[in-house]
C-alpha cells in the first residue's frame, strides 16, 4: 500500500503563488509516476500535471503550462507543484496520486485505470 499526504492549500489573491507538497509513504519503489489532479463542484476531475517516479519526465496540462511547475524530491519521498500567476479558476481541491502501472513513455493526466493511490486532497481558493 501507498500513502500520500498533501499539504500547502489555502487562499491566495489573483496573481500570487502557492506551492503544494505531497508526502508518500509505504510501497513506494513500484510507482511510476505522480499526478497532481483538481476537482471542483459540478466539474470532472482535472489532471494537472504528473512526474515519473525514477526518471525525469513531466506532463502538463494546457492550463498549467507556463504557470505551474512539478518536481522531485527523491530523498523525502516528496512531490512539489509550484503555482505562479494564479487565478479564480484555479479554484478547486488538489489531490497528488500515485499510478502503480507502467510507464513507458510521458505520464497520464487521467486518472482512471491507472492511478490507484489518493490522498486526502487539499483546498486552493484563489480570490481577491
Known amino acids: 500500500q501507498v500513502q500520500l499526504v498533501e499539504s500547502g492549500g489555502g487562499l491566495v489573491q489573483p496573481g500570487g503563488s502557492l506551492r503544494l507538497s505531497c508526502a508518500a509513504s509505504?510501497?513506494?519503489?513500484?510507482?511510476?509516476?505522480i499526478g497532481w489532479f483538481r476537482q471542483t463542484p459540478g466539474k470532472e476531475r482535472e489532471g494537472v500535471a504528473c512526474?515519473?517516479?525514477?526518471?525525469?519526465?513531466?506532463n502538463y496540462a494546457d492550463s498549467a503550462k507556463g504557470r505551474f511547475t512539478i518536481s522531485r524530491d527523491d530523498a523525502k519521498n516528496a512531490v512539489y507543484l509550484q503555482m505562479n500567476g494564479m487565478q479564480p479558476e484555479d479554484t478547486a481541491v488538489y489531490y497528488c496520486?500515485?499510478?502503480?502501472?507502467?510507464?513507458?513513455?510521458?505520464?497520464?493526466?487521467?486518472?482512471?485505470?491507472?492511478?490507484?493511490?489518493w490522498g486526502q486532497g487539499t483546498q486552493v481558493t484563489v480570490s481577491s
Open positions: 509505504g510501497s513506494i519503489f513500484s510507482v511510476s509516476a
Open positions: 496520486a500515485a499510478d502503480g502501472n507502467p510507464v513507458m513513455g510521458n505520464c497520464y493526466l487521467v486518472a482512471r485505470g491507472r492511478y490507484n493511490y
Open positions: 512526474i515519473r517516479h525514477h526518471i525525469n519526465n513531466t
